[in-house]
């Protein structure tokens, strides 16, 4: 993986399926000994009502509403402990429906000049296309999907875009999505506890796999 160029990377991993925001609470967190009392009480909480629920501590960013649960982070130290707390969440919690869930995984890159950063939108999206009938086109915004290499259900899908974070510099988003029950079938979350506890390792290698063919690709 390279990393010398790295300004910014982060980790969210996304549920869908039927939740109750108010459980969500810090202090619910805190009285299941899934994050310490003082984390708790120095919680940023951004709104707590029945239907969402956004909260951050100085490593995690929490967001619930009635269909979406994200638990994210910026910092890779924190990568797998907040993977422990989807877990512990979840476990708890595993009459929850959950019928689908990504992995992301964020990077923003610094280009070391302009030229390099204008070479590597022409690398990914050829202009060739688009000289004759656009003004000065440019890359804004690319998504590639590929199906799964295992047996679930799902795709991986890669966007790549120009960094709002480092200037010049580029941004690459790896979801890794699985897809394991209908709706109308869902009747807990056992499903995504095995797969994030089984696939982890395979998730985060894949993701540095395609970082790295981007970023090299002759």
Not at 114 to 132: D, M, N, Q, T, Y
Request: proline fraction near 4%; glycine fraction near 6%; include cysteine.
């Amino acid at each position: 993986m390279i990393t010398d160029q790295i300004v910014i990377q982060g980790l969210s991993i996304v549920l869908l399926g039927d939740f109750n925001p108010k459980i969500f609470q810090p202090a619910w967190f805190a009285q299941e000994n899934l994050i310490r009392a003082p984390e708790a009480e120095a919680a940023d909480i951004k709104i707590i009502n029945p239907e969402i629920v956004i909260f951050e501590l100085e490593w995690l960013e929490l967001q619930v509403t009635r269909d979406r649960c994200l638990f994210g982070t910026t910092q890779e130290a924190y990568y797998e402990v907040v993977r422990d707390l989807c877990l512990g969440t979840f476990k708890l919690l595993r009459h929850t429906p959950i019928q689908k869930m990504g992995i992301n995984r964020n990077y923003h890159f610094r280009m070391n000049s302009v030229e390099e950063w204008h070479a590597f939108g022409h690398k990914v999206a050829p202009k060739e296309l688009w000289i004759s009938v656009l003004k000065t086109p440019g890359l804004a915004s690319l998504t590639i999907q590929g199906m799964r290499e295992d047996d679930l259900k799902g795709y991986i899908r890669v966007k790549v875009e120009p960094s709002k974070r480092a200037h010049p510099g580029i941004y690459i988003q790896v979801n890794d999505h699985y897809e394991v029950e209908e709706a109308s079938t869902s009747i807990g979350c056992e499903k995504i506890i095995n797969i994030i506890e089984s696939l982890w390792n395979k998730s985060k290698e894949k993701a540095e796999l395609i970082i790295n063919n981007i970023l090299n690709w002759k």
